[in-house]
């Protein structure tokens, strides 16, 4: 596959999902990302995050089938391309000191990245403004993990993970406690339990923080990647998805709190997720990511996916059904990369170094492709 292919090969997954049997797999819950997924190797080795649909959601979305083959690592999507599976790691296999299993303290994002809500709870939640997409308690009521994990046990897991040569970088994210810091003390801590035993790259995400040299202390603490999440370019579409955050921080507050984070972590270091598709303006989004481009912040623009628990469960996004429109869309995001020099896969830790839920890196790729001629 050329560039091209491979990207357009992304979005449709990124976009439209999959169907498979119910006895295959049903894929993780709830909690503050994607949910209901499965991870695939692309035929560029690079790991996708591929939405699991069924029943009328997947005749909505035009989800295509994953079939498996007689190789068990080989599944065959749409009848024709061949996606290599990524493995369950064998540390999910073990148990914490303190008789909690792994994988209820960290799971595998993509192929490489060991991720963790160190907090399984937001203060949005309480009050009734959670962002709608948001599933952050479920996995936490449904058993699937614990509300706070312990510096300890996140350092076993880590250490684990790393022995067995699973994973190259870690992201702690959090749901937002009801304190100034946004979370920021929480990280630190755990931070500073993995820097006992490990050097791995650390990402790491919180909303701005009412005090922005906290982000210093989370810097020194050890972390190498920051995420300030912004959501949308739309403060209107922010404020009817995001209701809690927005009334919290505006955008204006998020551009001072990425300008601080690259003067710690550096360019291409400091990340905001876009969302797309949930109303926003693909002009407005563009304008935003040469922005941030030319601040050196990476925009990690990915593709609403409605989750079952969510507000937003029967959503349908406004990519829906134009495929080609979300190819263009991305070719542009993928030039503005290039331009600023923001290749994903060169940044420390993070969403943006997975790339799972996101086809940017093979926006980026399209992009150098065309641009060596």
Known sequence: MDAEELLKLKIRL?????TLSEREWSGRQGGAGPVQGR????PNGRSCGVPIRRGSQAERFGSATLEPTEDPTIWLYDGSVELEIVPRPKFYDLNTDDGIPYHKIALLHGSETLATTVYQACRYWASGTQCKFCTIPHSCSSGATILEKTPEQVAEVVKAAEDEGAIRDVLLT???????????????????????????????????PTDMEIMKAVFEAGANAAGIHAESADESVRKEMCPGKHEYGSLSLYHKSWAYAIELFGPGNVSTFLLHGIGESIDSTIELVDELGSMGVLSVVAPMRPAPGSQLADFEPAYLGDLEGSVKFYKRVGAILLK????????????????????????????KAISHG
Do not use: N
């Open 14 to 18: 990124l976009t439209e999902g999959a």
């Open 39 to 42: 991870y695939f190797f692309l």
């Open 174 to 208: 959090t749901g937002t406690p009801d304190t100034p810091d946004m979370g920021c003390s929480r990280l630190i801590q755990i931070i500073e339990g993995i820097r006992e035993s490990s050097e791995i790259p650390i990402g790491v995400q919180f909303e701005p």
């Open 340 to 367: 600023w020099e923001l290749d994903p896969g060169k940044t420390a830790a993070g969403c943006h170094r997975c790339g799972g839920c996101t086809p940017i890196q093979e926006a980026y790729d399209w992009a």
